[in-house]
């Protein structure tokens, strides 16, 4: 668990991306951190160490990881976890039997799972409730609230609806009852969107995806600036021991150095995908708060410095279309996650959100969803225009 580096708190956030955790090794002179592999460390006598006893507890590569990611989130401290659904585990674990939790109406299916076959049977009540601002999130929370409520977890944008809830106003309306707002930034990232500034208590992550950005980690995160909380996410993190290996929290870090360049192209990407899927036949609706008659694109506008790189659209045929298309793509990569630099598509009702079929939560059959990544724009929309072309059925009838 680290701090923010308070001698860089002028520095934009490209330099800080690059710098913050990691000076150059005072040994060495090396610009990237050393890949600490040591599992245990000598102490000079009982209880005298240099800050490190056992790697589960604390490692100087995951050390540097928590640093620069905090510092980018604005928070005091940050905690590296195995994967985001770890990292929201012990997030979780800060309810006791008998609390209650708000959870979205959109959430993600991992998340729903996690609330409602984990942490249920271990006595924690929940509520899923619209939160996002196009459904009158102030309206929702308010609905959902019980005595016994101790947070309220949003997701913004959210996945796969991509829509987004007024962090401020959650905010405040969560701290006016006494709870505690966590917010989920992995679409975001703290490059597009940082909750903590806006009001909330605990930012979550899964580095997996836009943080790495390469398809090639897997690894979770947890921001805040109250002090206590730290104190328990710490208490948890090492206890329940869902850390990240060494060598993860360096892959992440080297895609951290390069976020804020990618996430303009994601986003200079999706907007040209999200506005060609606008005027296909074939295309009933787009989910992409970067529109300008999104239902959130007035708070995205707010307190997002762009949209992001995620597209979602249902089919005018519904599901039979949705898997034709699906499976018709050349350049976009049938597959789950999301994030990296190459262009993904997915079927969320049977692949990331099959968990919440059959729930309030279901998602519709007929929706696509988007991971706009890199490549040439020209390209992508070229493979996703003949896909749609070939796949939707609806123009043959």
């Known amino acids: 668990m680290s701090g923010r580096d308070g001698q860089r708190e002028q520095d934009g956030f490209e330099t800080r991306a690059i710098h913050a955790g990691a000076p150059p090794d005072p040994v060495t002179g090396a610009v990237v951190p050393a890949v600490s592999l040591s599992t245990t460390y000598a102490q000079s006598a009982v209880g005298e160490h240099l800050g490190y006893e056992y790697s589960r507890s604390g490692n100087p590569t995951r050390a540097a990881l928590e640093a620069c990611l905090a510092d980018l989130e604005g928070a005091a401290h940050g905690l590296a976890f195995s994967s985001g659904l770890a990292a929201e585990h012990a997030v979780l674990s800060l309810?006791?039997?008998?609390?209650?939790?708000i959870i979205p109406g959109d959430a993600y299916g991992g998340t729903f799972r996690l609330v409602d076959r984990v942490h249920q049977p271990m006595g924690v009540a929940y509520t899923s409730a619209s939160l996002t601002s196009a459904a009158g999130g102030l309206a929702g929370l308010e609905a959902a609230w019980q005595p016994t409520t101790k947070m309220v977890w949003v997701e913004t944008p959210s996945n796969p609806l991509l829509g987004i809830a007024d962090i401020a106003a959650l905010a405040a309306a969560t701290h006016d009852r006494g709870g505690v707002l966590v917010v989920d930034n992995t679409f975001a990232t703290p490059y597009l969107q940082q909750p903590l500034a806006l009001g909330a208590d605990i930012v979550v992550h899964s580095t997996t995806k836009y943080l790495g950005g390469?398809?090639?980690?897997?690894?979770g995160f947890a921001a805040t600036s109250d002090g206590c909380l730290a104190e328990r996410l710490a208490f948890f993190q090492n206890s329940i021991g869902g850390v990240p290996s060494p060598f993860d929290c360096y892959l992440v870090l080297r895609g951290i150095k390069?976020?804020?360049?990618?996430?303009?192209?994601?986003?200079?990407?999706?907007?040209a995908v999200a506005s060609m899927l606008q005027s296909h036949p074939a295309v009933s609706r787009v989910l992409y708060p970067g529109l300008p008659r999104d239902p959130g694109a007035a708070v995205s506008s707010q307190q997002m410095r762009r949209a992001g790189g995620m597209v979602s659209f249902i089919l005018a045929g519904g599901e039979p279309d949705a898997l034709d298309v699906a499976r018709s793509t050349r350049l976009w990569t049938l597959a789950e996650s999301l994030g990296a630099v190459e262009s993904l598509i997915e079927h969320p009702h049977r692949m990331t959100h099959a968990s919440v079929a059959g729930s309030p939560l279901a998602v519709d059959p007929g929706l696509l969803r988007l991971s706009v990544g890199l490549e040439s724009v020209a390209d992508l929309i070229s493979d996703l225009t003949e896909?749609?072309?070939r796949g939707g059925r609806h123009l043959a009838r």
């Open 95 to 101: 309810l006791v039997p008998g609390d209650h939790v």
């Open 214 to 219: 390469h398809s090639d980690v897997v690894g």
């Open 258 to 271: 390069t976020l804020a360049v990618r996430m303009e192209r994601h986003c200079d990407n999706a907007e």
């Open 387 to 389: 896909a749609l072309d």
